[in-house]
């Protein structure tokens, strides 16, 4: 699943972030060399992989997104847990739902990165905000694969 990134490739490109998740799914856009960062974008209450894909569908055909960055968890170890197991299986539904890449990143400790930034951060009254957590999320594994891509 890991591909080879070119971050000059993805000059003017429009990326999703996605934060899979069972209870909800949070999602990002950032438009590489346009957006000053990853923009959030809400959340979707997961109800199943199938109405999930159907509800982000629009909002990729809406938003002209190009490229989407799907989160996967591993243990600290690097080892794959069930829900590593579990998004995975979400990857390969969407990928024959569109016809655009879709990378994925590790997303270890991105919800303690969340709830950090949440903490120092007005925008949230400096507390973590959990109907908003998902999406930050998701803008955060943007910018993880933002810095893949510039190495």
């Given at each position: 699943?890991?591909?080879?990134?070119?971050?000059?490739?993805?000059h003017n490109?429009?990326?999703?972030?996605?934060?899979?998740?069972?209870?909800?799914?949070?999602?990002?856009?950032?438009?590489?060399?346009?957006?000053?960062?990853?923009?959030?974008?809400?959340?979707i209450?997961?109800?199943?992989?199938?109405?999930l894909?159907?509800?982000?569908?629009?909002?990729?055909?809406?938003?002209?997104?190009?490229?989407?960055?799907?989160?996967?968890?591993?243990?600290?170890d690097?080892?794959?847990?069930?829900?590593?197991?579990?998004?995975?299986?979400?990857?390969?539904?969407?990928?024959?739902?569109?016809?655009?890449?879709?990378?994925?990143v590790?997303?270890?400790?991105?919800?303690?990165?969340?709830?950090?930034?949440?903490?120092?951060?007005?925008?949230?009254?400096?507390?973590?905000?959990?109907?908003?957590?998902?999406?930050?999320?998701?803008?955060?594994?943007?910018?993880?694969?933002l810095?893949?891509?510039?190495?």
């Amino acid at each position: 699943m890991e591909k080879q990134i070119n971050q000059q490739k993805f000059h003017n490109t429009h990326l999703m972030g996605i934060d899979y998740g069972q209870k909800f799914t949070g999602l990002a856009t950032y438009k590489v060399g346009n957006d000053p960062y990853p923009l959030t974008y809400g959340r979707i209450q997961y109800q199943s992989d199938d109405q999930l894909i159907k509800e982000i569908l629009p909002i990729i055909e809406d938003e002209f997104i190009e490229t989407i960055i799907v989160g996967v968890p591993y243990f600290t170890d690097g080892t794959e847990s069930k829900m590593t197991k579990t998004i995975k299986s979400f990857i390969e539904k969407l990928e024959k739902a569109l016809e655009i890449p879709i990378f994925s990143v590790d997303e270890t400790l991105t919800t303690f990165e969340a709830e950090e930034r949440m903490k120092q951060d007005p925008r949230y009254n400096f507390q973590v905000d959990l109907k908003k957590i998902d999406e930050l999320c998701a803008a955060i594994i943007i910018e993880e694969f933002l810095k893949l891509s510039s190495t």
